[in-house]
């Protein structure tokens, strides 16, 4: 990656808003080609970062560029090289579909006939094609979600932003969102998306950045990361209170890690290494202790969870 | 797959075409709004017909000119000059709901040329204004309102006309970037409304008590009220003070004072968005 000129660069940004700070000091490198998912909590400053990398809003200090261009001296180049798909759909309202995918073609330049014809084929690719002439004041909000994602691919950007394109999203669509970013990349964009679920930036991205505080405050591909967060999480929900302290304890020599036990709802919890064995070890050894359990589950951690290992604060985790 | 990247123009022509075509591209966008809406836009002319009818047939009756004169050859420059400074609240929910929705953001993150949203704005709500004057004309001849001055002197009103409703572009984007919220329009029209009626456009500020009649005399649509009404060679209400004496003046002044002060704040406006 040395001698590639990196897609995307951040270089201890700041910015503030009055009191808030909402970049401290923010640093990003994306390699061309790449998926780089940013992670964070409510006011984590993912919005903030995307928007300065988007020409949008300009960085108290710090700089920043993207394909090379930097994002304030070179705005405009840098606008050719990149697409937005923000946090809130934007899209005009009062236009249907295809006449907001046109309206954005024409202000990319393309002309009269390709911007007809590269609307016709993002709404196909987006199932709009149906509903492109309606109005967008009729379409529901994952549909407009769609529109607001083709309306950033109208160029096949060098470099997409995507500001949490999967919220509010139907399991389907959230999964045509994420074939097309699957497609984006095999043809060469770069992207930087931000998101709340672990899940999504597992899925996605080949290097996470887990933003905190307007920082990044850890970063790397998703194995390692989940290597230092404790990988997945067995669930155990037990049928009687009674039970709640051998469960624990079993889990506990199974895992290799204290779990954590909530009474109230019967549930004890552990990170694993090993998924798959740690499940057909503990069930054979919860029914020869004896033990009804109600429920056993695997799953990824949430995101508080990991943030309760990076941070290593006990007290910063909600139940 | 189109992956056509395109660089920005280099030669002040080419980027001045470019910057041409862009404002055309954002005006067309409400054309296309007419179009899909048009209801929207023919209540939008009728509404101001409606005020002009309600005035000259309801209220008419109990309506004198001091100096002598129809009432209804008074009122009709007085409503084409009240709809230029209502256009402040069109110009107002278009901004607005652009920068509420995120389309401005989508704007400028596109390379396109960052005067395109203004012009595009701009051209189409001086087509919208004159399809208004339009039917408001339309409506006034039928009902017997007249031009005597010649085609010349009409002429020089619907200019003054427009320059108003151009100085009030500049008012309703700045306050639509600065509120970014359509339904400010409520308020907005709380404040415009008064500013309406305390003025010539109705009556003659004569009839007012004291300091209301100086305030309506003031008044940037009292400025161009008169004016019109004495290139269109309507009847006036004949005032002794300096504004009603020097109407054609106070009606270039005035939209100039509002554009000196307002089209700086509103380019700044845009500058504050990527504060
Ligand atoms: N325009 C603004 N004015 C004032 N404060 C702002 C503004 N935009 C963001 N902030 C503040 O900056 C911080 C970072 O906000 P940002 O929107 O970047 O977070 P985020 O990570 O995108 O959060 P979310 O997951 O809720 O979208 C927050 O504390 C927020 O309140
Ligand atoms: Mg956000």
Redesign the interface.
């Known amino acids: 990656m040395s001698s590639v000129e990196p897609a995307v660069v951040a270089e201890n940004l700041r910015k503030r808003y009055g009191e808030t700070v909402a970049l401290d000091g923010f640093d990003l490198t994306v390699a061309p080609g790449a998926v780089h998912g940013l992670l964070g909590p409510n006011g984590a400053g993912k919005t903030t970062a995307v928007?300065v990398l988007?020409?949008?809003?300009?960085p108290d200090s710090g700089r920043a560029s993207v394909a090379g261009f930097d994002v304030v001296a070179h705005a405009?180049?840098a606008?050719?090289?990149?697409?937005?798909v923000?946090q809130?759909?934007?899209?005009?309202?009062?236009?249907?579909g295809r006449?907001n995918l046109e309206?954005?073609g024409?202000?990319?330049?393309?002309r009269p006939s390709?911007a007809r014809?590269?609307a016709g084929?993002l709404l196909e690719r987006f199932r709009l094609a149906d509903t492109g002439s309606k109005?967008v004041k009729q379409y529901s909000g994952g549909m407009r979600r769609r529109l607001d994602l083709a309306?950033g691919l109208?160029?096949?950007p060098?470099v997409l932003f995507l500001d949490e394109p999967t919220t509010g999203l139907d399991p389907r669509a959230r999964n045509e969102v994420w074939a097309a970013v699957r497609e984006l990349t095999a043809?060469g964009t770069t992207v930087v998306l931000t998101t709340q679920y672990l899940e999504e930036a597992d899925q996605l991205a080949g290097r996470i950045s887990v933003i905190d505080h307007g920082r990044v405050i850890a970063e790397g591909a998703p194995e390692e990361l989940k290597r230092r967060i404790g990988a997945d999480r067995i669930d155990v929900v037990l049928h009687r209170d009674a039970d709640l302290p051998t469960a624990a304890a079993l889990l506990a020599d199974i895992a290799g890690a204290q779990p954590e036990s909530d009474p109230d709802r019967r549930l004890v919890s552990a990170p694993v290494r090993d998924r798959m064995a740690a499940l057909s070890r503990l069930v054979p050894a919860l029914s020869s202790a004896g033990i009804t359990a109600e429920d056993v589950a695997l799953r990824r951690p949430t995101l508080d969870e990991v943030f309760l290992h990076l941070t290593g604060d006990q007290q910063e985790v909600v139940a | 797959m189109t992956a056509l990247i395109t660089a920005p123009p280099r030669t002040p022509l080419a980027r001045l075409r470019w910057a041409l075509a862009d404002g055309w591209t954002v005006t067309r966008r409400d054309l296309t709004h007419w179009r899909n809406q048009p209801l929207q836009l023919v209540a939008g002319l009728l509404f101001s017909v409606m005020v002009l009818l309600m005035f000259g047939f309801l209220f008419g009756g109990a309506m004198f000119v001091p100096g002598g004169g129809d009432y209804r050859e008074f009122l009709v420059p007085g409503v084409l000059a009240l709809t230029m400074v209502f256009g402040v609240e069109t110009t107002f929910t278009a901004i607005s709901t652009d920068a509420a929705r995120g389309v401005t953001d989508r704007f400028r993150s596109l390379p396109m040329a960052p005067s395109a949203v203004v012009l595009g704005r701009c051209t189409a709500d001086l087509l919208s204004a004159v399809l208004t004057l339009a039917a408001l004309v339309l409506a006034g001849l039928a009902m017997g309102w007249q031009w005597h001055n010649g085609v010349a002197g009409a002429f020089a009103a619907f200019a003054l006309l427009l320059f108003l409703r151009l100085a009030m572009l500049w008012l309703g984007i700045y306050l639509g970037l600065v509120l970014r919220s359509p339904e400010a329009v409520m308020a907005l029209q709380i404040l415009v409304w008064p500013l309406g009626f305390l003025s010539s456009a109705f009556v003659a500020p004569a009839t007012m008590p004291g300091w209301l009649a100086a305030v309506a005399e003031w008044n940037p649509l009292s400025a161009t009220a008169t004016a019109i009404r004495e290139l269109f060679g309507n009847p006036g209400w004949g005032g002794q003070s300096w504004p009603s004496e020097h109407p054609v003046l106070l009606a270039v002044l005035w939209p100039l004072a509002l554009t000196a002060v307002f089209c700086p704040l509103a380019i700044r406006g845009y500058r504050e968005l990527s504060r």
Request: cysteine-free.
């Open positions: 928007r988007a020409t949008l809003l300009r405009e180049q606008r050719y090289r990149l697409g937005l923000g809130h759909a934007a899209v005009d309202e009062m236009l249907s006449q309206l954005f024409r202000l990319y330049h393309l390709a014809a590269r084929e109005p309306a109208i160029l096949s060098y043809a």
